[in-house]
């Protein structure tokens, strides 16, 4: 990985980061703190999924272990936020590990290894609404003190800064991926797997790397989904709406490219509000329309937006050298 | 000749000087008060918040129509409607457009989780945030100041449910002394098995099974079979409404008539749609949950208001109805819309309180929640839903047993 490599993030990270100097009404940062999220759970998928092309359907497993382990260590033992968030992250990793290690073992791949980290995420859901550590159907709340040190803060700014700084590491380590022999490895597997494995690719091992990776980035999304709203029950960590943004956002925005995620991340939501401007006073009109375009989406840019923008795009003449 | 002449500058600034020295309710005739009303209009949770934004409405129109907001110059009050389109989400990104648009309160949320993410957003403003329904205890035990519920919280109307079933068995002398729970698997549904399995027993009640289900579920002949086979004379269920329509319809179909069904904060058992689409099902089914107070002409005149509008009439109506109403009552009593003074005022409602139309005792609050809320009983009658505890605010008398 060369500088010219992390030029783009760093310009695009910069450019992102003086939003707040600009824009200061909090409707508007509170809406791109909650696209960050969804961004770095998709930036998690990403890595498995893109890279990799082992489709989960179940990366709320990994967000709502994040998102619970940084709430149950803070409020039950007492943790600092910081180091619960780090916990969180680990939490998340180590349960990508685990899945990944039974899954993987198992040989399942396609729509199967889909339909286990599905089932994967309902059981967790079930656990986590009936025991009694995780505050059972009733929720974990995390005590609202805005200091910088618990990882609250009274500016909605500030946040965006954190989670944008996330969601940059986030880049850099898929940037790092894509240059790496790693990334490659992966990418064979995702072309052909039987044809890396005689390549003498360890599938298993890198498969099994890939997961706990994806799944510690989507734990991070988790535990800052839970800093933020400081509010965690079974049906927001562990429910099917984080699995879907995090594959959605991806295809969308370009699966296997490291902006794609944010982009499908940013497109998606921004639809959604604008589509809500225009509906006015009937509920549901917006949801509506966000559907119609995303059917257009898929239609018409099958390979993400990045995809799209890379067929229309005019030739240039190759750089000399 | 300029443009501007003499007269014309002596005209312009007597009417302005005027303008600023007229008192300042002349000026505040013009500018109506921003309240935001939260309520998940769609997704899972539609129906409830469409029921909460009427009662709502309700409120606004009746406070607009008799003359708005007397303390402030006769202000009309303006809704500021938000979708929290059923997740704590977008509750949030509301509460952050409606901070945006300058409302000086927020009242809805119905669903616990956009409770708990709402009233934290409306808190880092200062805004005033008063809740509906959403009966989580952590609601009003973070010490914010700015959030109030006026309705009872899952610990008071749960206690009053073990409470009340008792009296009622024991008033019919005794005839139930076996239970079957069957619950949904969520923050209402295992959180009251838990305190039943707790509690039931030490008041000389058997419970012969305990039987969770998920939302939605599609089929309930299992459980009913399973119902039949275990005999209990009495059910308590407590499930969203299409959960016990079903439940209610199968034990209907398969004949199974255990001796009352007495649900707690029930979906259905205290719902006109239930009683209208299936009579027979829901006849005598009990219910301990939220309901207006029937004896109040004010909260009749309000029902007849919505049923003439050809619409639903639930809990979430008189609620949101008189969380307005307090809301309104509050801003007559801080002579101002500036947020400090009516969460002052909140804080200090008192029995003077008369607007709402809740079965409650003398409105106090202490640390949001207030003291005198509490559920009733409510008993399908005569196809209707009446109130047959506690007996201040009862219409009817229980009927139960309900069979021979």
């Known amino acids: ?321 | 000749m300029s443009l501007i002449d003499r007269r014309t500058v002596l005209k312009t600034g007597t009417a302005a000087a005027a303008l600023v020295a007229a008192p300042a309710y002349l000026r505040a005739q013009a500018g109506a008060v921003k309240v935001g009303i939260l309520q998940p209009v769609t997704g899972a949770l539609a129906q409830d918040g469409e029921l909460g934004r009427t009662g709502a409405e309700a409120a606004i129109n009746e406070i607009n129509s008799s003359g708005g907001l007397k303390s402030l110059g006769g202000a009309k009050i303006e809704m500021v409607f938000g979708d929290a389109r059923s997740n704590p989400e977008a509750g949030t990104q509301e509460v952050e457009r409606m901070q945006a648009e300058g409302v000086v309160a927020i009242v809805g949320g119905f669903a616990s989780p956009i409770c708990l993410a709402a009233t934290q957003a409306a808190a880092r403003y200062e805004l005033p945030y008063i809740v509906d329904v959403g009966v989580s205890d952590q609601i009003t035990s973070r010490g914010l100041k700015n959030t109030f519920r006026f309705g009872p919280g899952f610990g008071i109307v749960t206690g009053t449910a073990v409470e009340n079933l008792t009296k009622l068995n024991d008033a019919a002398g005794r005839p139930a002394k076996t239970v079957v729970l069957v619950h949904e698997d969520q923050l209402f549904g295992s959180g009251l098995a838990k305190l039943m399995q707790n509690e039931l027993p030490k008041r000389g009640f058997e419970i012969l099974d305990t039987i969770a289900h998920p939302t939605p579920a599609r089929d309930m002949s299992n459980i009913a079979l399973r119902i039949r086979s275990l005999n209990p004379d009495l059910v308590i269920p407590s499930s969203y409404y299409n959960e016990f329509v079903l439940l209610a319809r199968t034990m209907q179909q398969q004949r199974i008539r255990p001796k009352g069904v007495y649900a707690v904060l029930n979906g259905a058992a205290s719902n006109y749609r239930f009683v209208k689409e299936f009579p027979d099902a829901a006849a005598n089914v009990m219910d301990c949950n939220h309901w207006h107070d029937p004896r109040n002409p004010k909260a009749v005149a309000v029902k007849k208001q919505v049923d003439d509008a050809g619409k639903l009439w639930a809990y979430n109506v008189p609620l949101n109805y008189s969380c307005v109403m307090l809301l309104a009552d509050a801003i007559e009593r801080a002579g101002s819309a500036d947020r400090g003074k009516i969460i002052e005022a909140l804080a200090a409602t008192s029995g003077a309180f008369k607007a709402h139309i809740m079965p409650y005792g003398d409105t106090r609050f202490v640390n949001g929640q207030n003291q005198g809320a509490g559920p009733v009983n409510t008993q399908v009658q005569g196809n209707d839903i009446k109130v047959i505890f506690p007996e201040s605010f009862a219409d009817a008398k229980p009927v139960f047993p309900a069979r021979g």
Request: charged share 10%; net charge positive; hydrophobic share 60%.
């Open chain 1, 1 to 321: 990985m060369t500088a010219r490599d992390l030029l783009p993030i760093a310009v695009a990270v910069a450019l992102t980061a003086l939003v707040p100097l600009f824009v200061t009404t909090n409707t508007v940062l509170n809406f791109l703190v909650l696209v960050l999220i969804v961004a770095l759970a998709a930036q998690g998928w990403n890595i498995l999924g893109g890279f990799g092309g082992q489709f989960s359907f179940g990366h709320a497993a990994f967000f709502g272990t994040g998102a619970y382990a940084t709430a149950i260590l803070q409020t039950r033992f007492g943790v600092n936020a910081w180091a619960g968030f780090a916990l969180g992250v680990a939490a998340g990793a180590l349960a990508g590990w685990i899945i990944g290690y039974l899954s993987f073992r198992s040989g399942l791949r396609g729509s199967y290894f889909a339909l286990v980290t599905l089932a994967f995420a309902e059981v967790f859901r079930i656990l986590a609404n009936a025991a009694e550590v995780t505050g059972g159907a009733a929720g974990m709340l995390i005590k609202l003190d805005m200091r910088p040190a618990n990882f609250q803060f009274a500016s909605r700014a500030v946040f965006f800064w954190v989670a944008l700084a996330l969601v940059a590491a986030a880049l850099v380590l898929t940037r790092g991926i894509e240059c790496s022999r790693f990334g490659a490895r992966l990418v064979a597997i995702r072309e052909n797997e039987e044809a890396a494995q005689a390549l003498g690719v360890d599938t298993l091992r890198t498969k099994l790397a890939a997961i706990t990776l994806s799944a510690g980035v989507t734990a991070a999304s988790g535990c800052l989904y839970a800093q933020y709203f400081l509010f965690v029950d079974a049906q927001i960590a562990y429910g099917t709406w984080i699995s879907v943004e995090a594959l959605l956002a991806p295809i969308i925005g370009g699966a296997g490219t490291a902006f794609g995620p944010l982009i499908g991340a940013l497109s998606l939501h921004a639809l959604g509000e604008i589509a809500k401007l225009f509906a006015g006073r009937v509920p549901g009109i917006d949801l509506a329309l966000f559907g119609c375009l995303l059917v257009a989406a898929v239609a018409f840019a099958p390979e993400g937006i990045l995809g799209l923008a890379r067929r229309t795009r005019p030739r240039l003449k190759p750089a000399a050298g």
